[in-house]
């Protein structure tokens, strides 16, 4: 009998991303839709920041998953068993997602430790060095500390949750530089392989609003103009697509020519500029959830606040892109993220539908604009990063 090797043969790098690790993203993106849930049951600012607060957590693991993929491709029968047992992690952690800060904490607790595991048993094998064994501390920790809030209660279990998601995020940052340097030159990034595995999580995403427009929709009373409206909603995540796609290519071409350490720091950063796009996406969700619902009612403010405001942290996600990439016109994603915000009256003045074709205008015209154009790195940007 051979004896089964946790490594590809081969030894060859990540290409395109497996359909393991798209599998792996459909269950991910759960959590996505547990917090929607989430939002349309109680749009409250108290419910937006528990919001921000667990998918910041979740975040940081999904991430850590792209980059061990990138670095060890799931080919082996006993890679994709170890990347499934990953998936019941964080399904077990989106079950316990809803009631989460009154109740079902320790189920959410319970699913983030699986999926902290099996991720460094698998990153064992990535061969970074001592960069995993701080890996390991920081995100061990964060995971007791996850497991730990998900027992307790109130504001202790608040305070256990900011701390775990302050100790991956933050504090890393903190050691010093030296060591922090040593640390990130350990990885060595696929720029294809990554920027691709997170175009197809957006893409997963924006289903999730497409599935809102759905759920949102009185199928007991259709008439024309309704029909109207849920096209009209479908147009809002089709240009939150389209600009997003817009700078994939320069995030490839700019991610391959940055290499060693300013080249993890950028993909780190990039990222991280996810998080508000990805937010976004599940605040604009619950948004057009209840202007499908009721599109020629007068919008309350929390739901006209929500379908604008989600897509206003979308654009800045992608202005942050952009920033990283140093790509020219950032400001014009971060104009059209204010005048986005200009729409919450439209939405409770006149009513849901009225306000969802101004937000459908308003992220069309940047696009129409800048037709033809393509996006490229400034030409100084190569020198700055390799400098």
Not at 107 to 136: K, M, N, P, S
Not at 209 to 219: E, K
Not at 261 to 274: D, F, M, V
Request: aromatic share 8%; proline share 4%; charged share 10%.
């Amino acid at each position: 009998m051979t004896r089964t090797r946790w490594r590809d043969g081969g030894g060859e790098p990540a290409g395109r991303v497996t359909t393991v690790e798209v599998f792996f993203d459909v269950v991910f993106v759960l959590t996505l839709t547990q917090l929607t849930r989430s939002l349309e049951e109680h749009l409250t600012l108290t419910t937006v920041g528990q919001v921000l607060l667990l998918f910041g957590i979740l975040w940081w693991m999904f991430d850590g998953y792209v980059w061990l993929a990138n670095h060890v491709p799931p080919r082996q029968p006993v890679q994709k068993l170890l990347m499934l047992v990953g998936m019941a992690g964080f399904l077990i952690a989106a079950v316990g997602i809803p009631h989460a800060f009154d109740g079902t904490g320790w189920v959410f607790g319970v699913g983030y430790l699986v999926a902290i595991c099996v991720h460094l048993l698998l990153f064992t094998q990535a061969g970074v060095g001592r960069a995993l064994t701080l890996l390991a501390v920081y995100n061990l920790a964060a995971a007791l500390l996850v497991l730990a809030g998900g027992f307790a209660d109130g504001a202790v279990r608040t305070g256990l949750w900011v701390a775990a998601l302050a100790l991956q995020m933050v504090v890393p940052y903190l050691v010093p530089r030296r060591s922090w340097m040593g640390t990130v030159r350990s990885f060595h990034l696929v720029a294809e392989h990554f920027v691709e595995r997170h175009g197809l999580l957006v893409i997963i995403a924006l289903g999730e609003s497409v599935v809102a427009i759905g759920a949102g929709v009185d199928v007991d009373h259709l008439t024309a103009a309704t029909v109207a409206v849920v096209v009209l909603a479908l147009a809002l995540p089709a240009g939150l697509w389209w600009t997003y796609f817009t700078d994939t290519h320069a995030a490839e071409v700019t991610l391959a020519r940055t290499t060693g350490g300013p080249g993890t720091r950028l993909a780190l950063r990039l990222g991280i500029t996810h998080i508000p796009l990805l937010l976004g996406i599940v605040i604009t969700a619950a948004g057009i959830h209840a202007a499908v619902a009721h599109p020629g009612d007068h919008a309350h403010w929390p739901e006209a606040m929500a379908l604008a405001g989600g897509v206003a942290a979308y654009l800045c996600g992608i202005a942050a892109i952009r920033s990283a990439l140093h790509l020219r016109a950032v400001w014009r994603r971060l104009l059209t993220a204010a005048v986005v915000l200009a729409t919450v009256p439209v939405g409770t003045e006149v009513n849901a539908a009225t306000q969802l074709a101004a937000l459908v205008l308003v992220v069309a015209i940047p696009l129409v604009l800048e037709r033809g154009r393509h996006t490229a790195p400034a030409p100084s940007t190569m020198e700055r990063a390799e400098a």
